[in-house]
């Protein structure tokens, strides 16, 4: 966007970006409260960004996920299984001053997409990447999913998955990506704040959402979403702030001699042995154990794992075009015709 | 037809045509060589057809019959339409280069050898128990041997190269021997010489025009040939001429209908042989403002060109066969989606992996039929290296007239051959029409899938437009609104609106040419790239005297509308292709034709006696059985 021609954006309302189609996922899917906390939080990034509504792309794959582009009043493109991170690779960098946003879910995302993702990420295209983690398929009516876990029983696995489960997270900084974060579905203020920060992070921004399928894998992520327990059982990951825990800030992550993370009571260990949360870190070996902390052993971190200042692959691409463009004098096509192996034949 | 006189300085003979094949091993410099032979005889003023061959691999081992690379020119004083079937002359350097193209020389013809490249470790590389030399197995050729290694060597002495530096010169002073044998001199060779080391190596540029006018003068000296032959200069209209192969000239195409359209070009692709030149000469462009990128695969090529389309711009992708099965799921979505995409197939041999640089034409069935559902697109076929410029401009201005994905189906034949092409006038380029809305704000809704009434196309409405915010996907859409609809009906109506709006494209196409007359005996009909061949046998045959006419598909889909009255107008059609009989498939399924086959899967294009042999059979056969 030319930031020297401020555009007149209106004034939206979390209305505005609601379209005239009925959403149709099951009744108490988590999927509904994403929809209303990003619908709510949209004024505010149009206004933050200076992006109009008509800026917004929303691209999804396959999958209950993917429905979400119908409900948003802005463009969308509801793709093929796995693919959105291609289309919006092609929109981003022919048209870079789009917002472009991809809905997508674990089988989407990091099953038959997951080529796609690992480079879009390393790519740092200017995309925020929704993945909304059910741990099963919804859509297909219950098989489970690259996120389910070893051992879990579904129509497709009735003795139990045998494969691990892959974590989006560690996959997402391990391909560089630039902004890692994650949310709850029941969580509406962390939520909010997430993709908000999302939005406004230039280059590939990937948001873990744990979405509770209430019909094919009720509770999968209780331990984080009951009132009662959440505090407990996660760690709100705040920039420059110590990773302590739970309902009385009395627990600590930290790295034992080994390099290995463990719980300690925060009455245990001075102040100056708490570990200082940095989503500047590059390359951490740190922000990637904290990717791997999994309940019950660990409580499960929410928030920004990681926010890096880094060129996006279409500023990239673009600033290539007006380098030649300036470097070479601007040939018109017919001197582009007439090059190469030529002679003339006279009259 | 090159004959050599027996007796020797016997004058200068005077040819209409010849054709010479350069041979030898990958590292030899065989291309170069025929490229600057080509643009000599070019400017010279005669037509060319060029024809490359080289190994799948980058470098085969030396000296194997698999790492022999070759290069054939024919050059004429008459338009020529192919390279020809066998050579007048055969340059080899090393023996496996005489086993692998012996057989092709025509008997009686010119056999230049490089007696260096013949030790024993070579012989025996190549399968040779004896010196084919030697045996008697060269005896029906005219050989002409050389020393050629060695004296290129002595030729640069005085530059002081290292010897293996000083070796690779060997190709020039080859090209020196072959420029005296066809009576020209050598300045032009000089001249590109000269350009092609200009910021590199003043040492190599003296080093390769030295060995050169060595080549020319030992030809001269030692009368190596007991005589020149001259090929007579071809009527050409006037005007700036280039010789480019075809994927350089659909490379030209696409930046051309992007400037004429003024879009964006976005050519999403990934590395696959034999597409990937056009890739690099677009990659080239950047100043130009074309962008040229590789993905992290072929779908995600094929999903970026969607991508692209969708936010405005001219979307390319460019492939082979293989490519085209990955990328067919999201051909698929821009069908439904009705998104003006570009899809180049620069053919190969197949199935699978197949023969990655030989040539096939037997995609034709997989860009017609290769996705689910009923998934119509548009099928475009150029007959020639130099009209792969004008199909590709075709290509772009239906897919953005239409709203459809366009299939361009190049072939590994005519994408590395190459044959001169006068340079058009960009201001007689024919003007460009994109489907822009016809109008939103008078309509209270916007509608995405409403149609205009001519083209049956639906409007290019991109991001960043206000106003009309919509969704589309691979879902069925409500015909208008585009809203997802599983209504019964409605899919009917729309799965017939996208076959109504790609036939309707015949009204908008040339229709068939036929060369001969318009009625006859016998019509051959081609496709694509054999349209060389076809037209060069039915010519001779013409010539013979026979009653035989020949037409191009260059429009696949939808077939040109006059096509069922030119079918109608023969007695008997025969149609060459080079696959097991794809085009006659559609033909004998769309018109009831009974047309017949003659089908050749080697890798290799037509040779024109092989389908002359087979005009000349279907000719000899009483009418009656025709019936
Ligand atoms: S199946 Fe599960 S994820 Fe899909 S809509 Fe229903 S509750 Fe939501």
């Known amino acids: 966007m030319n930031q020297t021609e401020p555009l007149n954006i209106p004034t939206y309302q979390k209305e505005d970006f609601a379209s005239d189609q009925t959403p149709r996922w099951c009744p108490g899917c988590g999927d509904y409260s994403i929809l209303a906390q990003l619908q709510r939080v949209m004024p505010a990034i149009a206004e ?54 991809v809905v997508t879910g674990d089988g989407d995302a990091l099953s038959i997409g997951g080529n796609h993702l690992m480079h879009c990420l390393r790519r740092n295209l200017n995309v925020k990447i929704l993945l909304f983690n059910n741990r099963i398929y919804g859509l297909t009516k219950g098989q489970y999913s690259p996120t389910s876990e070893l051992g879990k029983r579904t129509k497709s696995s009735p003795l139990g998955s045998v494969a691990r489960p892959l974590n989006p997270l560690s996959i997402a900084l391990a391909s560089q990506a630039t902004f890692v974060a994650r949310a709850v579905d029941r969580d509406p203020k962390l939520l909010q704040d997430v993709i908000t920060q999302a939005a406004l992070h230039k280059g590939s921004a990937i948001v873990e959402i744990y979405q509770n399928c209430n019909i094919f894998n009720d509770g999968a992520f209780a331990h984080v979403s009951e009132r009662k327990s959440r505090d407990d059982n996660t760690l709100k990951l705040q920039h420059g702030e110590p990773l302590v825990f739970g309902r009385q800030r009395d627990k600590a992550v930290v790295l034992n001699e080994q390099l290995q993370p463990r719980v300690v009571a925060t009455s245990e260990i001075s102040e100056s042995d708490l570990l200082i949360h940095d989503t500047s870190r590059d390359n951490s070996g740190l922000t990637y154990a904290l990717s791997q902390l999994q309940y019950p052993e660990f409580p499960v971190p929410v928030g920004i794992f990681r926010a890096l200042k880094a060129p996006t692959y279409e500023e990239r691409v673009h600033q290539q075009v007006n380098e030649a463009k300036r470097q070479k004098p601007a040939t018109a096509l017919q001197q582009l015709l007439d090059s190469g192996e030529t002679w003339r034949v006279a009259e | 037809m090159l004959q050599e006189p027996k007796d020797k300085h016997s004058p200068n003979t005077h040819l209409s045509q010849a054709i010479i094949r350069f041979a030898g091993d990958s590292g030899d410099g065989i291309q170069a060589t025929g490229a600057m032979f080509s643009h000599n005889s070019a400017a010279l003023g005669h037509d060319i057809s060029t024809l490359p061959d080289y190994p799948a691999e980058i470098r085969a081992p030396a000296g194997t019959i698999a790492g022999v690379s070759s290069f054939q020119l024919n050059f004429s004083s008459r338009r020529i339409h192919t390279p020809g079937d066998r050579p007048d002359v055969l340059v080899a350097m090393n023996p496996a280069a005489v086993k692998a193209h012996i057989s092709s020389l025509r008997p009686g013809g ?201 936010g405005g711009s001219l979307a390319v992708t460019g492939t082979s066969g293989p490519g085209v099965a990955l990328k067919s799921e999201a051909i698929g979505l821009a069908v439904m989606t009705e998104l003006p995409v570009v899809i180049i197939n620069v053919q190969r041999g197949g199935p699978s992996t197949g023969l990655p640089t030989k040539t096939e034409q037997s995609d034709l069935l997989q860009a017609m039929y290769g996705r689910n559902g009923e998934c119509p697109v548009v099928v475009l076929a150029p007959d020639s290296p130099a009209d792969c410029f004008t199909m590709a401009m075709e290509a772009c201005r239906l897919a953005m007239k239409y709203m459809t994905p366009v299939f361009l189906l190049s072939d590994g034949y005519i994408a590395n051959g190459s044959e001169p092409w006068q340079v058009p006038r960009v201001d007689q380029l024919p003007q460009f029409r994109t489907n822009e809305p016809v109008c939103s704000e008078t309509q209270s809704q916007f509608l995405p899938y409403s149609r205009n009434p001519e083209t049956l196309a639906r409007p290019w409405v991109v991001p960043g437009t206000p106003g009309t915010e919509h969704r589309i996907g691979g879902l069925e859409k409500q015909d208008g609104t585009g809203h997802v609809s599983q209504d019964p009906l409605n899919h009917e109506q729309m799965v017939q609106l996208r076959e109504q709006k790609i036939a309707g494209i015949a009204e908008d196409i040339p229709e068939l040419d036929v060369f001969g007359s318009s009625a006859g005996r016998l019509l051959v009909l081609g496709w694509g790239g054999t349209g060389g061949a076809i037209r060069a046998a039915v010519e001779e045959a013409q010539a013979k005297g026979l009653d035989v006419a020949c037409a191009q598909l260059r429009y696949l889909n939808p077939f040109p509308k006059n096509l069922a009255a030119v079918l109608d107008a023969f007695d008997q059609v025969l149609i060459p292709e080079l696959n097991r009989g794809q085009l006659r498939q559609l033909v004998r399924a769309q018109y009831l034709v009974d047309a017949q086959g003659l089908n050749k899967v080697q890798g290799q294009p037509f040779h024109t006696s092989e389908i002359l042999e087979k005009i000349e059979n279907l000719c000899q056969q009483p009418s009656e059985a025709v019936a």
Request: overall charge negative.
């Open chain 1, 48 to 101: 933050q960004t200076q992006t109009p509504r008509e800026n917004m792309v929303f691209i999804s794959g396959i999958g209950c996920s993917s429905r979400f582009p119908y409900y948003m009043n802005t463009y969308g493109f509801h793709s093929i299984h796995g693919r959105a991170p291609t289309l919006a690779l092609g929109l981003q960098v022919s048209r870079p001053e789009l917002m472009t946003w």
């Open chain 2, 110 to 310: 010119t056999l230049i050898v490089n007696d260096d490249g013949f030790d024993e470790q070579a012989l025996k590389l190549a399968g040779y128990d004896k010196d084919p030399r030697e045996d008697g197995t060269l005896d029906s050729y005219h050989v002409h041997r050389a020393p050629v290694s060695t004296m290129t060597v002595e030729s640069v002495k005085a530059l002081q190269l290292a010897p293996q530096q000083a070796a690779l010169c060997k190709n020039m002073y080859t090209l020196g021997l072959v420029c005296w044998l066809f009576d020209r001199d050598t300045d032009f060779i000089e001249a590109l010489v000269e350009q092609r080391f200009a910021q590199e190596s003043e040492v190599l540029r003296e080093a390769n025009c030295m060995a050169l006018r060595a080549g020319y003068n030992f030809a001269e000296t030692t009368e190596m040939f007991s005589s020149q032959c001259r090929v007579e200069t071809a009527e050409q209209s006037p005007g700036l001429y280039r010789r480019l192969s075809g994927n350089t000239a659909t490379a030209l195409g696409l930046v051309a209908a992007a400037q004429l359209a003024q879009r964006q070009l976005m050519y999403c692709t990934y590395p696959i042989t034999p597409a990937s030149d056009i890739l690099h000469e677009l990659a080239k462009l950047r100043h130009m403002g074309v962008i040229a990128g590789q993905t992290e695969d072929e779908i995600a090529a094929m999903g970026a060109a969607v991508g692209a389309a969708y």
